[in-house]
């Protein structure tokens, strides 16, 4: 009888022991802090995470010890500027230690967007060789889980795989962003720090589902009177596409690449008005970063007059919420796409890709790659990334790292009317205007009638004349103006003109006046 008491009260002391340990929960750093990653230079970098309420909770790395007691079920402690180097090991203790290797202090840059920032290595050009050679521990790479929350989230979500940081090497580029990496290889390259890229991206969005929700009702409440719509009108939309597919079939015709993906619910898409900022960008908030670069516009270009407040508000919000000031941010221009046009005409593409530049032209720290090189006429995703993420490196080592380089194409500045000719005058020569391959092409001209006409067009020194013979008083001129256009404007240093125009009128993508905001 009394081995029995002795063996029930061991029992029951072991499970008492469980309980009580159950009852502590482990210190647990934020999901973006594991093994390999990469930790900001030259600012005050923030580590967070959870513990249970009151719990000391003690963080030391690269000869810093910082303590915190947590609150809430949450900790925070902010380490002082640190020097670029590494592997260092970080230990975060409380009533348990985690210890995480390999980490790297240098350069942390966002890489966010829609299809064309989240277009894979594996699926670009030259994507063998680029791979195969493409080994660098001092490059490191992670992925945000994708989809979208109706509510702000506060760390990464639980995955059958776990997110973590990771060397670049051929085993994890493949699937990660290629304008992410070509942007990141040549800043490694330039700087020679160590550099983490963290890809947070879904393809086919639009920039409201990237912003919060407390500036979009207060700016942009339309984009929830839109969606209410889509919602309300799903049934039906739904109803369509599956009779075009049955008529399609039935026919026995081929289904249209565009057609081949049901349509969204738009209770769960994550097109959803901030959506993707509520899992994809609150999440890494604060995490320490020099910028961001993006990639997006496509989504917004049946909407490119709204896009001029949009954009620029979307990137104020990140900043708000970063508290790290204005932080760099560099975008992509739309690429050329679809039919090309031999007169000139209306384009929702051209206006889109002139609320960017007013965005570049008028947003503090921003700039934008211009890549008219390098579009497809039936393909949205251009496979030449390298060209993108190198102009974007340009960008940033001038507008984030102060470097006194030329990291824009020529950039329209003013016109003035000489007879029947406009002369147009730039900035951002790089050395000297060229045309390259041939005669200047992509310019049109108008007059008073506002009716625009291919023009001829000749570099001057550092001007450019145009003029045609069926406008003898020109009032406007408009280079590039197109979905997908052809012109050839570049500087010396090897980079293309933004395409623009030097009048406001008003556009297809523009409200009707009653609407106008």
Same mark, same amino acid.
């Given at each position: 009888?009394?081995?029995?008491?002795?063996?029930?009260?061991?029992?029951?002391?072991?499970?008492?022991?469980?309980?009580?340990?159950?009852?502590?929960?482990?210190?647990?750093?934020?999901?973006?802090?594991?093994?390999?990653?990469?930790?900001?230079?030259?600012?005050?970098?923030?580590?967070?995470?959870?513990?249970?309420?009151?719990?000391?909770?003690?963080?030391?790395?690269?000869?810093?010890?910082?303590?915190?007691?947590?609150?809430?079920?949450?900790?925070?402690?902010?380490?002082?500027?640190?020097?670029?180097?590494?592997?260092?090991?970080?230990?975060?203790?409380?009533?348990?230690?985690?210890?995480?290797?390999?980490?790297?202090?240098?350069?942390?840059?966002?890489?966010?967007?829609?299809?064309?920032?989240?277009?894979?290595?594996?699926?670009?050009?030259?994507?063998?060789?680029?791979?195969?050679?493409?080994?660098?521990?001092?490059?490191?790479?992670?992925?945000?889980?994708?989809?979208?929350?109706?509510?702000?989230?506060?760390?990464?979500?639980?995955?059958?795989?776990?997110?973590?940081?990771?060397?670049?090497?051929?085993?994890?580029?493949?699937?990660?962003?290629?304008?992410?990496?070509?942007?990141?290889?040549?800043?490694?390259?330039?700087?020679?720090?160590?550099?983490?890229?963290?890809?947070?991206?879904?393809?086919?969005?639009?920039?409201?589902?990237?912003?919060?929700?407390?500036?979009?009702?207060?700016?942009?409440?339309?984009?929830?009177?839109?969606?209410?719509?889509?919602?309300?009108?799903?049934?039906?939309?739904?109803?369509?596409?599956?009779?075009?597919?049955?008529?399609?079939?039935?026919?026995?015709?081929?289904?249209?690449?565009?057609?081949?993906?049901?349509?969204?619910?738009?209770?769960?898409?994550?097109?959803?008005?901030?959506?993707?900022?509520?899992?994809?960008?609150?999440?890494?908030?604060?995490?320490?970063?020099?910028?961001?670069?993006?990639?997006?516009?496509?989504?917004?270009?049946?909407?490119?007059?709204?896009?001029?407040?949009?954009?620029?508000?979307?990137?104020?919000?990140?900043?708000?919420?970063? !508290? &790290?000031? $204005?932080?760099?941010?560099?975008?992509?221009? =739309? +690429?050329?796409?679809?039919?090309?046009?031999? @007169?000139?005409? /209306?384009?929702?593409?051209?206006?889109?890709?002139?609320?960017?530049?007013?965005?570049?032209?008028?947003?503090?720290?921003?700039?934008?790659?211009?890549?008219?090189?390098?579009?497809?006429?039936?393909?949205?995703?251009? !496979? &030449?990334? $390298?060209?993108?993420?190198?102009?974007?490196? =340009? +960008?940033?080592?001038?507008?984030?790292?102060? @470097?006194?380089? /030329?990291?824009?194409?020529?950039?329209?500045?003013?016109?003035?009317?000489?007879?029947?000719?406009?002369?147009?005058?730039?900035?951002?020569?790089?050395?000297?205007?060229?045309?390259?391959?041939?005669?200047?092409?992509?310019?049109?001209?108008?007059?008073?009638?506002?009716?625009?006409?291919? +023009?001829?067009?000749?570099?001057?020194?550092?001007?450019?004349?145009?003029?045609?013979?069926?406008?003898?008083?020109?009032?406007?001129?408009?280079?590039?103006?197109?979905?997908?256009?052809?012109?050839?404007?570049?500087?010396?240093?090897?980079?293309?003109?933004?395409?623009?125009?030097?009048?406001?009128?008003?556009?297809?993508?523009?409200?009707?006046?009653?609407?106008?905001?």
């Amino acid at each position: 009888m009394q081995r029995f008491n002795r063996v029930c009260l061991i029992a029951f002391s072991t499970f008492a022991l469980l309980l009580a340990t159950a009852a502590f929960a482990a210190v647990k750093p934020h999901g973006l802090f594991t093994d390999n990653a990469v930790l900001q230079q030259g600012q005050k970098v923030p580590v967070w995470g959870a513990a249970d309420d009151g719990e000391k909770v003690t963080v030391k790395f690269c000869g810093q010890v910082v303590s915190t007691v947590a609150k809430g079920g949450k900790w925070k402690v902010w380490l002082k500027p640190l020097k670029a180097g590494g592997p260092f090991t970080m230990t975060i203790c409380g009533k348990n230690c985690v210890e995480l290797k390999n980490v790297l202090v240098g350069e942390v840059w966002i890489c966010s967007g829609q299809s064309n920032m989240q277009w894979n290595v594996r699926s670009s050009a030259d994507a063998e060789k680029v791979i195969a050679q493409c080994k660098d521990p001092m490059v490191r790479l992670i992925t945000i889980p994708r989809g979208g929350k109706d509510e702000p989230q506060s760390d990464l979500p639980v995955a059958q795989t776990p997110v973590s940081w990771q060397e670049c090497a051929p085993e994890t580029l493949p699937e990660f962003s290629a304008v992410g990496y070509f942007f990141g290889k040549h800043l490694r390259a330039a700087l020679e720090v160590p550099v983490g890229l963290i890809s947070s991206n879904v393809g086919g969005t639009p920039a409201e589902a990237w912003t919060k929700r407390a500036v979009l009702e207060k700016e942009f409440p339309e984009v929830f009177t839109r969606h209410a719509a889509a919602i309300k009108d799903f049934p039906q939309t739904l109803e369509r596409y599956n009779k075009a597919i049955a008529d399609l079939r039935k026919a026995h015709k081929e289904i249209p690449q565009t057609m081949k993906r049901v349509p969204d619910n738009p209770v769960t898409s994550s097109k959803r008005p901030c959506g993707l900022y509520n899992a994809m960008i609150a999440p890494i908030l604060p995490y320490a970063i020099k910028g961001a670069i993006w990639y997006q516009g496509e989504s917004n270009s049946g909407r490119a007059f709204e896009y001029r407040k949009l954009f620029p508000a979307m990137i104020k919000c990140w900043r708000d919420d970063w !508290k &790290q000031g $204005d932080f760099p941010f560099l975008f992509v221009q =739309l +690429a050329p796409f679809m039919k090309i046009e031999t @007169e000139p005409k /209306e384009s929702g593409w051209a206006e889109l890709r002139e609320a960017q530049l007013f965005t570049a032209l008028h947003v503090p720290k921003t700039a934008q790659a211009v890549i008219t090189d390098v579009g497809e006429e039936n393909d949205v995703h251009p !496979k &030449q990334k $390298d060209p993108v993420g190198a102009r974007l490196a =340009l +960008a940033a080592r001038a507008v984030a790292y102060g @470097e006194k380089i /030329e990291f824009s194409g020529p950039a329209y500045a003013s016109l003035k009317v000489e007879g029947n000719k406009a002369v147009l005058s730039f900035t951002h020569l790089g050395g000297g205007l060229v045309a390259k391959d041939g005669a200047l092409k992509g310019f049109a001209i108008a007059g008073a009638d506002k009716k625009f006409v291919n +023009a001829q067009a000749e570099i001057q020194g550092d001007k450019i004349v145009v003029c045609s013979d069926k406008v003898s008083k020109p009032v406007a001129v408009r280079y590039g103006w197109a979905n997908f256009p052809v012109v050839n404007l570049w500087n010396k240093a090897g980079l293309p003109a933004s395409p623009f125009r030097t009048d406001d009128w008003p556009g297809v993508t523009w409200p009707k006046p009653a609407e106008k905001k």
